[in-house]
């Protein structure tokens, strides 16, 4: 069994560190080993990163920008292979893999804007002869650590970014699929950027403790589960660190009676069974409005759930590949269990699912829970897996009163034909990205992700305009060339025009 290395200052390392085995969730078996690092070698990361960043400060913007957009050709080349590396360890199908690899390219491209999103603001004469201008310099060294949902996009998310802004970076994968990462990172350098500039480390909490610790650090992007996001925040920004934390979700859909459920139930299905459900922005409540929007849902949603296409992520034409450990498999199966127990109508059981020919994978079927309430553990929690919970209620007032009272609120959509009501519904509610009658409303590029309440901490949302800003530091400039012949007396009152 092939282990996978750390990449510290262009190179790959082994260095007797802790191991744990990475998993094919399809078959069940392990097919990695992952080296785990110690704080020495995050050191080693770090103190490289800190040798490559005076020069790497220096270079001038469109030249950075010229590394990432053959970063971008080689990612496009490459697309068929990644997209195998992140379904063979994620189990996610081929399609949705090469999906999340273009979603990612777009902040490649975006991070190609560079000497335009860098650019500054200037102004003449502010007072005689005194011109002032706005700078954005680099942090120094930033550090990312993510979750495995999104191997390929979010550290993309984050790295493209900080390098083009003239950052050194750090990256600490999640531990579940950490190839597709690695190879990803091993291309960026394949473009030219200078060794050093990014590094991977692989690891666990002891990886990530010590890049917290790390005084040289000056920034931490973080995406996973809330309470791993609300430790780093606080143990960060105790540590004087720019810290931008997303955490978890439970995304609620909205169908009005007036609806087009065809499409709506079209939308439901890709955005509550893509990925197995394993996506932050995934919904997994379906609020209905009235009875009718309910028994309708119901009543077309069973037959397509219980037809999902099911089978090892990496054949194609499939709709759903397994879950990414048997122990996610375990918990959402548990779920299903409390939710039964608590009074919810399972509607369709997708437990105890047997692939043929991978038998030991991690595999759960759909499934369908209607007449779920508040208080259920069920519509509580983040379940994260193929799980659709269905509740009903009387008026949009209300719909919208239960999303605003959730503490998540990463995503929401609306599915409606009454302009009235979406423009309603995008004012008032306290969610930080909505869609009307888009089902996953996670932003282009060139706009930033983030969501409200329990589901980010801290002030900036990731990539697009809140990146640039994350990842670097205004300096502000005033400049007088004062006139030769001229001689300015002391001013003891506070400089106004
Ligand atoms: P996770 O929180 O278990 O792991 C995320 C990262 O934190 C990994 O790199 C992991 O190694 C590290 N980590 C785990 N335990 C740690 C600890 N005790 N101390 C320090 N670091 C630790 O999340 P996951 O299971 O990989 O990903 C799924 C979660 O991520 C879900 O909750 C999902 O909603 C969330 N997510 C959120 C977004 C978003 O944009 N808001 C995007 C993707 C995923």
Redesign the pocket.
Known sequence: MSTIQHLINGDLVSSGDRTADVFNPSTGQAIRKLQLASRETVQLAIDAAKAAFPAWRKTPAAKRAQVMFRFKQLLEQNEAKIAQMISEEHGKTLEDAAGELKRGIENVEFACAAPEVLKGEYSRNVGPNIDAWSDFQPLGIVAG??????PAM?PLWMYPLAIVCGNCFIL?????DPSSTLYIAQLLLEAGLPAGVLNVVHG??VA??ALIEAPEVKALS?????P?AE??YSEGTRRGKRVQA????KNHAVLMPDADLDNAVSALMGAAYGSCGER?MAISVAVCVGDQVADALVAKLTPQIKSLKIGAGTSCGLDMGPLVTAQARDKVSGYVDDGEQAGAKLVVDGRGLSVSGNEEGFFLGGCLFDHVTPQMRIYKE?I?GPVLCIVRVESLEQAMQLINDHEYG?GTCIFTRDGEAARLFCDEIEVGMVGVNVPLPVPVAYHS?G?WKR??FGDLH?YGPDGVRFYTRRKAITQRWPQRASHEASQFAFPSL
């Open positions: 650590i993510t979750p495995f949902n999104f979010v600490k994968p999640s531990e579940r666990d909490k990530v403790d973080f995406v996973g589960s809330t791993i430790y780093i997303l955490g978890g979700a932050c983040e994260f990463n992700f969501g589901s980010l990731a």
